[in-house]
């Protein structure tokens, strides 16, 4: 067993267009034993490890589909970082159009796992990083927080829990529209470019309406997307970090060739990314399961408005009902209890919706969003904790204090108000 774990990289990487290649220099902060298991992407080959300007051997322990597992024996933790160079040669980077890392799930799109790795398979890896890109010319970074250092674009990531880093080929163009007093501005790949009215239509539509019904949206929380131009097995629903959301262009196709339709029902390409642009961003929480929670019930809601669907919702908590079910007979732990690093999907966002959906029925639909409305416009720019949100709730509709306890610290599925037939 692998008792080692990378704490922080600092990685100088440059990209080479031209060539097809991607270079990396980094140095690698653990804590451990002298012996180390790392993966690397198959498409990159590993030239040096050193420590202490002294080189150490490694061995390739398996090459799997994806990823080769290194060995590294006589490392100290104590002693001076790693330093790793390897590099990856690409047929072409027509297809990597733009290139995404995360601190939490470290990817360049389109090929995946080039940071080293402990544990390839789990998408939330933990670690720091400090990276510095040389951009080729007339790539155009995107990502909120960044800076120009001699001649590099240097990262300075801003948030504490997931952090990203975008940039933008020139044949990722970008497609503006002003919409609710802010420009907003959608990266769409070539192979989306003839459908970029109806995807604009989609982003401007979510903008309009939670703007409608919260209040202006600041301008630096949102209004910049990508889509990003990823293959069949890198498809990504959605993500947003710092008013900046991205999708896979595998998504956005699927959604628009099926009428705006998933499993029968209708469903928006943007509108849950930009409802974080109120609650996430706008307004902060401290534990993340509450900024998810709300915005899937608020996203289920407004799809129903903006495709003006009566019954929308009904069939989307049914769904979310039988898939939390599902789910808690294999496992049933509080919400508050699962972290990013857990298979949270079904607890934070489907359980966590309906706790609003069943507080809609006792206090009322218009109410519920009005209460929401002054969330935001009382508390804009700040970060609420789950007991500030939770006194604010109460006070609100007159709440026994047991309301979010039940849902949220509680095992089990059973709604205080809303019958589940």
Known sequence: MNSNKIEHHEV???LEPQNGTLKAIDRIYISGSDKLNF???NRFDLLSIEQDLEDLDWIVEEKGKLTTRYVVKGLDPEKDPLKMMWEGTLDSFENYGVCIIRKDLVELSGFCWWFPTIEPQSQFERFTYDLKVEIPDKWKVVTPG????NDLRHFRYRREIEDIFICASPSLKPFRRNCCDITLELYVPDSLRKFKEELMDDFSSS???CSDLFGKLKEDNGGLAVISPRGKDGAEW????????VVGDTFARYLIENDWKVD???KSLSLHETIHGWFGIGVEFKEPWLAEAITQYLEVILTAMMFDELDLEK??????????????????????????TDNMYTHWYLKGSWAFWDLEEAVGREELLEFFRKIYQNNLDDSLSQREFTKILEKNFDLESSFM???FEETGFDPLYRSLS
């Open 12 to 14: 100088r990487l440059k």
């Open 39 to 41: 993966h690397l992407g």
């Open 146 to 149: 960044k800076e120009i250092k």
């Open 207 to 209: 903008i309009e309406l």
């Open 238 to 245: 959605g993500f947003e970090r710092d008013g900046l959301w």
């Open 264 to 266: 029968g029902m209708w």
């Open 315 to 340: 069939k989307y908590f049914d769904h979310y009902r039988d898939r939390v079910e599902e789910r808690l007979a294999k496992e049933d732990r509080p919400v508050k209890e699962y972290t990013f």
């Open 405 to 407: 306890e039940h849902w």
